[in-house]
């Protein structure tokens, strides 16, 4: 079946500097590629989405670039911050109901 | 606005006892969905509904069972719960031409 592969599960990074996650997906139908942010104890919560017809796309410190051919996406941290201290899921579209399969989360720490 | 809301927030049960878990949204949302996190796995979509008196399986749908008799309420159950339903689970909602999912709180259910 469809899947999602995220990369690292763990990633410490020194505060200021840049984090990139990344994430590998299945299903060449997938259109629709999210970000969240999960920090402990709380609900997910959207940063940033990409769609299938744009290759990049910026909110302020925070980028995600798309790939489709060669099925893969990244999340861009630049000058991390202690409050970037949290899990990140990358997801990937499936279907006309737009349903979301999930990475596993990586867990970024802001070392001070 | 409460948003997306879920009751109960905790829950222990015995092996085979019974239960529900209400998800309740007031955004007018159609799509409604139930996931269940577990550590390094992510979340995986349980069921999932797009309007009022619908609903659909998700990857996991075993052991689970769903309802929506009305627009902004999910009910999520259990009939005989097992130890591998042990799990924190969250419910999300959102708009058919939106494709951002907006996350409960997440109920923590622990099977003994």
Not at chain 1, 5 to 21: N, R
Not at chain 1, 29 to 53: C, H, T, V
Not at chain 2, 57 to 77: A, H, I, M, T
Request: aromatic share 10%; proline share 5%; glycine share 8%.
């Amino acid at each position: 079946g469809e899947n999602v592969e995220q990369h690292p599960s763990t990633l410490s990074v020194q505060e200021g500097d840049s984090a990139v996650i990344k994430c590998t997906y299945s299903d060449s139908a997938s259109n629709y590629f999210p970000w969240y942010k999960q920090e402990l104890g709380k609900r997910p919560q959207l940063i940033i989405d990409i769609r299938s017809n744009v290759g990049e796309k910026k909110d302020q410190r925070i980028a995600v670039t798309l790939n489709k051919t060669a099925k893969h996406f990244s999340l861009h941290i630049t000058e991390t911050q202690p409050e970037d201290s949290a899990v990140y899921f990358c997801a990937a579209s499936k279907g006309s109901n737009y349903q979301l399969i999930w990475g596993a989360g990586t867990k970024l720490i802001i070392k001070p | 606005n409460a948003g997306v809301t879920q009751t109960p927030k905790f829950r222990v049960l015995k092996t085979g006892q019974s239960m529900t878990l209400l998800c309740a949204q007031d955004m007018n949302h159609e799509y409604m969905y139930w996931y269940r996190q577990d550590p390094g796995m992510g979340l995986r979509l349980i069921h999932y509904s797009v309007g009022e008196g619908t609903t659909a399986k998700g990857e996991v749908p075993d052991g689970y069972n769903v309802s929506r008799l009305k627009k902004q309420n999910f009910l999520l159950g259990l009939e005989s719960a097992a130890p591998s339903q042990t799990s924190v689970y969250f419910c999300a909602s959102r708009r058919p031409e939106n494709y951002e999912q907006y996350f409960g709180p997440g109920t923590r259910l622990t099977v003994t």
